[in-house]
């Protein structure tokens, strides 16, 4: 496979977490014009909405995606739209159908309409109580506990697929808890990460809906973005792995990231109240062996804990500041 050339890109839930900040980072690198960002319902931030065409699709109806691919001729899509794992605990069915009948249906246009390549997140829920806690590697006994794993496990499975049955060029990458500055995220387990810096900074304390010492692997956004383009812009013949690529950034308990915090506002307090999502993340693992993304296709994260905090710390002061938090 020599690689078909990716000119207009569609991002589904471009209204998301990561989306929001992936669409305005290929925005800048492919042109404003030539990345379609694609929400469900929720409307987009202004910047969003003026750096570029903005349209909403329903993901689990295939011709509202068909419509979108031949209104612009997107040849590359970032599919981001999904349910994550607390909401997926409470609506198992709405996951299963978002998550899995969205993805088949991306995969059916991308074949059909022989698209360049596509995008398609995985995450560290892939892994189960029965996958090795510490490290597990690229390949090992995926047995999810949870309605998302379980999506995590089959969209992978389909990926695969459809890249040995129809040649098509799709990647991933096992998502850790992804923490970030601009747009929260919701309904995961690892949320936790995140608006414990919003309540640090606005409030001075938190209730951590998880235990002081759980330990999750994470990462912060710019290096989420980095590891989506990297692997998106790599060579056909570097990428080995159709399932998805495991890609670690750093991994510290929930009480390590108060005390971190705690730096920079001393009067914080954290206090620990473990509800019903305890045991999705007791059965994720705590880190992450990524040697094969690394060798394959270059993989590097750049931030650890320490850089993240400041960084968000800061990014995070200035909007309160302006009244924007
Ligand atoms: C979640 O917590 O559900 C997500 C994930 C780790 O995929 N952030």
Redesign the pocket.
């Known amino acids: 496979m020599t690689g078909k050339i990716m000119k207009k890109i569609l991002v589904t839930g471009a209204t998301g977490q990561i989306g929001s900040e992936l669409t305005m980072e290929l925005r800048k690198k492919y042109g404003g014009d030539n990345v379609i960002a694609a929400g469900h319902r929720r409307k987009p931030s202004e910047k969003l909405a003026n750096s570029g065409p903005f349209e909403y699709i329903d993901t689990s109806n295939r011709e509202s995606i068909e419509h979108v691919v031949k209104k612009y001729d997107v040849d590359t899509v970032y599919h981001l739209a999904a349910v ?3 909401v ?1 605990e409470e609506k198992p069915q709405v996951t299963w159908k978002v998550n899995m009948n969205g993805l088949h249906n991306v995969l059916e246009v991308a074949r059909e309409h022989e698209l360049a390549r596509v995008f398609w997140p995985s ?3 892939v892994f189960g109580p029965k996958a090795p806690r510490a490290h597990p590697p690229q390949d090992t006994v995926l047995i999810p506990e949870t309605m ?1 794993g379980v999506t ?1 496990v089959a969209g992978e499975l389909l990926c695969n697929y459809y890249f040995l049955r129809f040649g098509l060029d799709v990647r991933g990458v096992r ?4 923490i970030s500055s601009e747009t929260p ?1 919701g ?5 936790y990460a995140v608006k414990i810096f919003y309540e640090a900074i606005k409030r001075k304390q938190y209730t951590c809906f998880v235990r002081e010492d759980t330990i999750l692997p994470m990462m912060y956004m710019p290096d989420c973005i980095k590891a989506s383009i990297d692997l998106m812009e790599a060579d056909p013949s570097e990428i080995k792995c159709r399932m998805s690529y495991n890609v670690a950034g750093m991994s510290f308990s929930a009480g390590e990231l108060a005390a971190e915090i705690k730096k920079y506002i001393p009067e914080f307090e954290c206090q620990y109240l473990p509800d019903f999502r305890q045991k ?1 993340a007791d059965s ?1 693992p705590m880190s992450i062996d990524d040697c094969v993304a690394r060798e394959e296709w270059g993989w590097e994260p750049t931030y650890d804990l320490a850089a993240m905090t400041k960084d968000m710390i800061e990014k995070l002061t200035k909007r309160f500041t302006k009244g924007d938090l």
């Open positions: 994550l794992s607390a997926g995450s560290i829920a998302y995590k998502y850790p808890g992804i995220p309904g995961g387990t690892t949320d999705i994720w």
